[in-house]
């Protein structure tokens, strides 16, 4: 790639999404018309073993239109009072919106709205995907956060949108004994009376889904990463942490693969000895991937959740049926890891997977088109790592490394679609791939393996 073609991929990635909002195929009822988010402030009073938690969320947006009236999402709370420009507004709670009539109509541009609520830590509402994610309650009484597909609005009402990437900023005051830690890095911690106030705040945006707060008794491990990266992580008191201090190991083979150098501020792993969801081991929260704390020995799988941190966390996805592109990246390097380190050969494993995407094909399940909500992590963490691995026979190891570090050039601290990496593909790939890799990413049947004609 030239000088000119980097600067324009670079000025293209920061540029601001399309204020123009489609709504989900697969999630619909997330997210909301008429603004984008640019910042969320969140702060907490916690009590110990309470089911309820006081929070205000101050979210700083752009307008593109007027606001008569604009909607948040907001589910298993009770909502106080809302703010918009400092100026009282009407607002009503319908199912999982709450819809805010300012009193003054913000124009074009940047407004702020601040609500004062109080989440309740046990609440359930349905979900398409899996209604057992979001509020994880901690043996000890704290809690911890895991809010993906749709689960981020039961923590704080937001614009609860894939696309809608914000800074965060988290202001938390727990009593003597408790810390909390959050995505970010730790910008001021206060003692008066009894109780700490931990601020943290993050240097990149990030999609609601990856929020991460927690509160519980931590032990806090901290450290050096490649090229000095601050490293910070959190367990349960007394856990085992000889794992967690592998993580400059791990990061550092990820750079080498990927080859380019972990995105963010900080890097870290929280663990938490509170219940998972169903669809999900573990989860990626940005700068902050959260496991129990028995995961933490499984290399493999803290491997994959930092690699989400590059793919799904930075380079993100536009639609939650561009959920392969993150799951793709993360399972093919883990399997890579795992290959390295004792494991099952490379070629062995995308054997079974390669075979297991002719039996979701035939059931009409593709990668990049799973057809229901319920389906789009198991395509994307089985399916996912096949299309890159035949992109990768396909092309030899030189252009698929080119590939790789294009397209998280391209959209890092943004949002991809399949189009787009399509598209990228071709820039740099060395030859016209839009067809091999439609056939891969929307074919209803497995085609050919590249370099594998007895599979």
């Not at 994959?304 to 799951?327: C, M, N, P, R, Y």
């Not at 963490?381 to 030899?396: I, S």
């Not at 570090?405 to 943004?414: I, K």
Request: glycine share 10%; with cysteine; hydrophobic share 35%.
């Amino acid at each position: 790639m030239d000088f000119l073609s980097i600067a324009m991929a670079a000025i293209m990635a920061l540029s601001p999404a399309s204020p123009e909002r489609t709504p989900d195929r697969l999630l619909p009822e997330l997210g909301n018309d008429g603004y984008r988010a640019s910042a969320y402030d969140l702060s907490y009073d916690f009590t110990p073993k309470s089911r309820e938690l006081d929070g205000t969320a101050t979210m700083t947006g752009t307008a593109y239109k007027t606001l008569a009236t604009f909607g948040m999402d907001f589910a298993g709370g009770t909502v106080r009072s809302v703010s918009v420009d400092g100026r009282p507004a009407r607002f009503q709670v319908k199912g999982q919106k709450l819809v805010v009539t300012p009193s003054r109509k913000p124009r074009r541009g940047a407004f702020q709205v601040t609500v004062r609520y109080t989440a309740d830590r046990e609440a359930k509402v349905p979900s398409q995907v899996d209604d057992t994610a979001g509020w994880s309650n901690s043996k000890d009484g704290g809690f911890s956060w895991w809010g993906q597909p749709d689960r981020a609005h039961l923590f704080f009402p937001c614009n609860d949108d894939l696309t809608d990437k914000a800074t965060f900023t988290y202001r938390v005051t727990v009593p003597d004994g408790w810390t909390a830690v959050a995505n970010g890095t730790l910008a001021a911690r206060q003692s008066t009376a009894g109780h700490t106030t931990f601020v943290y705040s993050t240097a990149h945006p990030m999609a609601t889904q990856l929020a991460q707060l927690a509160v519980g008794r931590f032990d806090i491990v901290t450290g050096r990463g490649p090229h000095g990266l601050p490293l910070r992580s959190a367990v349960p008191t007394g856990s085992d942490t000889s794992t967690v201090k592998r993580l400059p190991e791990y990061l550092t083979w990820l750079e080498n693969k990927i080859g380019r150098r972990y995105p963010f501020e900080v890097a870290g792993v929280l663990g938490v000895d509170g219940p998972t969801p169903e669809q999900t081991f573990a989860l990626e929260t940005q700068t902050l991937p959260v496991f129990p704390v028995s995961g933490l020995t499984d290399s493999t799988e803290v491997v994959h959740e930092l690699a989400h941190q590059w793919f799904g966390d930075s380079a993100g996805v536009k639609t939650w049926s561009d959920i392969w592109l993150s799951e793709a990246f993360a399972t093919y390097l883990d399997h890579m890891w795992n290959a390295e380190h004792g494991g099952e050969p490379l070629d062995k494993v995308m054997h079974q997977a390669y075979d297991g995407d002719k039996k979701a094909r035939a059931a009409g399940i593709r990668p990049a088109n799973p057809g229901k909500a319920e389906a789009m992590f198991a395509v994307g963490r089985g399916a996912g790592p096949v299309v890159l691995y035949a992109l990768h026979q396909k092309v030899g190891d030189a252009r698929y490394q080119r590939i790789v570090q294009a397209y998280f050039d391209r959209y890092r601290d943004g949002s991809a679609s399949s189009a787009g990496f399509v598209a990228v593909a071709n820039n740099v790939g060395g030859q016209d791939l839009t067809t091999f890799l439609n056939d891969w990413l929307y074919g209803a049947k497995t085609p050919p393996m590249p370099g594998h004609p007895d599979w």
